[in-house]
């Protein structure tokens, strides 16, 4: 066990002065959103945010049985265990950067929950191996399916061992989803250790997406995939020192955060500008997004263009590498856990054909809760502004009877 109060380089706030789009009225109106603590907590990296706010942290770290050092971060309670599992682009910092009224982590810290936070293997978290670097090709060469099998089943022990618990609650957004329902169908002895699986934003099967952006990717993803590992990109966002810079230009302060960054968010996952939470805009752009490997992207552009929940596919290699020419599809009567899926209608990701298509063939599917907001969309299930009316109310009435 490991407690650690982590490094901050984090530089100044970028200012700005515009006109046309930033003319008195819109700056106006923005700026009473602005709040001292969204502010402060800009400068502040994720362990000094949850001490901020009153809570003990702890870092812990994880060797996976393929070499990768993940790293978690707990924040300790008598209550039940709770591991979070963050999505695509996304790491244990998405559960906390809305602050204390609105984090998921801080709400269950609040009420006393022993909470743990993973981190895949490629975020900025866990960009360390036994013997591979980052810098390496090698490094990156994998997808979800990998994160599924080894990756949430060692953090899940690892919380087990360490409260000397029989079972926890596992909640997962997007990928964090995807995952856990590779690890209980390829591995199903760990259906056991989880007494609830809270699925926010459910992604499995995504034949329907409607991203446009991400449905052209999709319909090109053998050359798109083909083009960028012939240029060397191995890794979207891996090498946070690179992309900060842009970030900090784009996203630094609540103007631009709302103008760009956020709605380039949303041109890819829905909009949704109600439930923006302006005040937190720059704090949660500024630990979003983080590594990924171009593969675990390229695996869900797959998804895009099957009707299947199937592992990569490498085309002609499929033989070789599976023994068959197309790639096995993960054995879902096998996830016995139960299971609540929540579901928001604006979501262009995880869309209702295909939630629905993967809830029919759950075993044990407990509930179905759709969001009672139209408009909710992927990111909304951890940053909407009235998470706790619209989430987070069924999120605990749902822990409490599992607990």
């Not at 990756?151 to 919380?159: A, C, F, K, T």
Request: glycine residues 6%; contains cysteine.
């Amino acid at each position: 066990m490991v407690s650690e109060i982590e490094h901050n380089d984090i530089g100044g706030l970028t200012n700005f002065s515009g006109t046309g789009i930033f003319n008195e009225v819109n700056i106006k109106r923005i700026d009473s959103f602005i709040d001292d603590d969204a502010s402060e907590d800009y400068f502040l990296n994720s362990t000094q945010i949850i001490q901020k706010y009153g809570y003990d942290v702890e870092a812990h770290y994880v060797l996976s049985e393929d070499g990768y050092i993940l790293k978690m971060f707990r924040i300790p309670g008598s209550g039940p265990v709770v591991l979070l599992m963050h999505g695509l682009l996304e790491s244990s910092d998405d559960w906390i950067t809305t602050g204390s009224n609105n984090g998921i982590a801080l709400r269950l810290a609040a009420q006393n929950f022993d909470v743990w936070m993973g981190n895949a293997r490629g975020n900025r978290h866990s960009l360390n191996h036994i013997y591979l670097n980052s810098h390496q090709p090698e490094f990156w060469n994998f997808t979800w399916h990998e994160i599924g099998i080894y990756d949430v089943p060692v953090l899940v022990d690892h919380v087990l061992e360490a409260t000397n618990s029989k079972s926890l609650i596992y909640i997962g957004h997007s990928q964090g989803t995807t995952t856990f329902y590779v690890m209980a169908s390829m591995k199903p002895q760990y259906n056991e250790k989880i007494s609830l699986m809270i699925s926010l934003s459910s992604v499995a099967y995504c034949t329907n997406i409607k991203s446009l952006p991400l449905r052209l990717l999709s319909d090109f993803v053998d050359e798109f995939y083909a083009l960028l590992m012939k240029i060397g990109v191995y890794d979207l966002f891996g090498h946070d020192d690179s992309f900060q810079p842009l970030e900090t230009v784009l996203c630094g302060n609540t103007f631009t955060a709302f103008l760009i960054c956020k709605f380039i968010e949303s041109s890819l996952v829905g909009f949704n500008y109600a439930q923006a939470n302006i005040p937190r805009l720059p704090v949660i752009y500024r630990h979003f997004p983080t590594g990924i490997s171009l593969k675990q992207f390229v695996h869900y552009l797959q998804l895009g263009r099957t009707e299947y929940f199937q592992q990569f596919d490498y085309g002609p290699l499929n033989l070789e590498q599976y023994g068959s020419e197309h790639p096995p599809s993960y054995p879902i009567e096998n996830i016995t856990a139960p299971i609540a899926i929540f579901f928001g209608e604006g979501d262009l990701l995880a869309v209702r054909e295909d939630v629905e298509k993967f809830a029919q063939k759950l075993p044990n599917l407990i509930d179905f809760y759709t969001v009672p907001n139209k408009k909710f969309q992927h990111f909304d299930f951890l940053w909407s502004r009235d998470i706790n009316k619209l989430v987070l109310a069924k999120l605990f009435d749902l822990v409490k009877i599992y607990a």
